[in-house]
């Protein structure tokens, strides 16, 4: 049992001053007393700021961390989402299972340093460069799950199946070999994974058909059925509407929108979150809020890819849940996809506080409940807000960036989101482990120099 003293805690039930924790040894919080007076206090670890739950990140493709940089010169027919899906197929050739497993670690370092104590790792990446399957199925599974291990970080994996290259079964691309799996093979790369976390207090596994263009119907009710099998409330992540050629697919695949037709093929529900389900109409998004999935929005991979804007206003008016992801890690910093996704709304309605709750209510204190919230439900682990039977997963906030400085409560969030904040976050805990202290990892230096020499090969 670990005792700790918040000098203030946004706990599920808000900010509260002087607040007490105690945390078991399996990292759960099993105490939370507010106002603690100085007979308390005991032994208690006096925390160096205002503690706030820990992001989850519900969407991250690891690989493409090491892509930094490297798409942004001008094509010849003007650039877009499918000329940066070539070039990220041509990166990938090049990725032996030990550079993925570099390259994830690196970029978790970062994401935890930045805030994120867990992620949701869209894993599609299965065989090697020609397609084959590795000795070991799961082999990159088990790397990815190594990575998150060696930095605390917390991780709900999630294999991807992925069959077809586009809507109607058409067969996949030699760009997509080493994504390819059939049922049985799937099932092998799954249980396998399951195997590997059993017992783990922080890994779980989830289901991710990768969208309605790489498979069929038939796959995707296979999938779910897969799911029902395995776990209550396994976790289902799908990517739905990124892209407005996605859509006009559909169209004349179905004569339905993707949102329309999932809705109206599938029973989904809470384990199900729809990753960049951009292209929503607004009656889609008030259908799709009453669902209660959990929209995956990634504004800096969205606008790095150009997709558009979500339909933000009327989904959450409807009592759409959503969470945040950092996706391809164009941006790698929690805060940063708050304000993109907000400055997004104001820059399309020409307002302010487009996505503020109510007349002086803080935005930013806003999206930061409600993703912390929706994000623990996409990645199905008991985190996401502070309250008893919860894991400590948790972030001290660093009012030592002068963005921060003597701001208290949801004015700390604001400035963090809203500000010029540099380093926003101090410390980092995750199940009740220090992982961060005073913006450092222990295994920070190791594996930037690991990092390197990767990258150095691979962009030789
Ligand atoms: C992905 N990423 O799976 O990495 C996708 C691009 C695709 C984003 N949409 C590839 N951010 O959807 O085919």
């Known amino acids: 049992m670990s005792r700790y003293l918040a000098p203030s805690a946004l706990l599920a039930t808000g900010w509260n001053d002087q607040v007490l924790f105690e945390v078991a040894a399996d990292g759960l919080i099993t105490t939370i007393a507010p106002n603690a007076v100085a007979a308390d206090i005991g032994d208690a670890e006096v925390l160096n700021g205002a503690v706030v739950p820990g992001m989850p990140c519900l969407h991250s493709n690891a690989f493409q961390r090491g892509m930094a940089g490297l798409t942004e010169k001008g094509g010849p027919q003007g650039d877009s989402f499918w000329s940066w899906r070539k070039l990220m197929y041509r990166f990938l050739e090049g990725l032996r ?92 790369i799954v249980e396998a994974l399951m195997k590997a976390v059993q017992g783990h ?40 509407a990124a892209q407005l050629k996605e859509v006009n697919d559909c169209l004349a695949w179905s004569g339905q929108r993707p949102v329309a037709w999932l809705l109206d093929h599938v029973a989904v529900d809470g384990r199900w979150c729809l990753l960049h389900a951009t292209h929503t109409e607004i009656v889609e998004a008030e259908r799709l809020a009453r669902t209660g999935v959990v929209a995956g929005l990634c504004p800096t991979t969205e606008g790095d890819l150009g997709d558009g804007f979500f339909n933000a206003v009327p989904y959450l008016r409807a009592g759409g849940r959503i969470g945040i992801g950092s996706d391809s890690h164009v941006g790698v910093d929690p805060f940063l996809e708050l304000k993109l996704f907000e ?28 993703t912390a919230a929706g994000g623990a439900q996409a990645i199905g682990q008991p985190v996401g807000s502070l309250a008893v039977g919860n894991r400590a997963d948790w972030l001290v906030l660093n009012d030592d960036d002068p963005a921060l400085a003597e701001q208290r409560h949801d004015g700390l969030l604001d400035a963090a989101i809203f500000g010029p904040a540099r380093q926003p976050v101090r410390d980092v805990m995750v199940a009740g482990r220090w992982v961060v202290r005073d913006g450092q990892h222990p295994q920070a230096a190791a594996s930037f120099a690991r990092y390197r020499s990767v990258m150095k090969r691979l962009l030789a």
């Open 343 to 370: 400055y997004g709304q104001r820059l399309r309605f020409e307002r302010r506080n487009v996505l503020a709750k109510g007349i002086g209510d803080s935005l930013g204190g806003h999206l930061y409940r409600i």
């Open 97 to 188: 299972p030990d550079d993925v497993e570099a390259i994830a670690t690196q970029v978790y370092i970062e994401m935890l340093r930045a805030g994120y104590t867990s992620v949701a790792e869209f894993h599609y990446l299965h065989h090697d460069a020609g397609g084959r399957p590795y000795a070991n199925r799961a082999e990159v599974g088990e790397r990815l799950l190594a990575a998150a291990d060696a930095t605390g970080i917390a991780q709900t994996l999630l294999p991807v199946l992925y069959a077809h290259d586009n809507f109607g079964g058409t067969p996949p691309t030699i760009g997509q070999r080493r994504f390819i799996n059939d049922a049985a093979g799937y099932g092998q």
């Open 201 to 240: 207090p922080s890994q779980r596994i989830g289901i991710a058909p990768h969208s309605l263009r790489a498979v069929t119907p038939a796959q995707l009710t296979a999938a779910v059925g897969l799911a029902d099998s395995l776990q209550p409330g396994m976790p289902i992540h799908l990517n739905l």
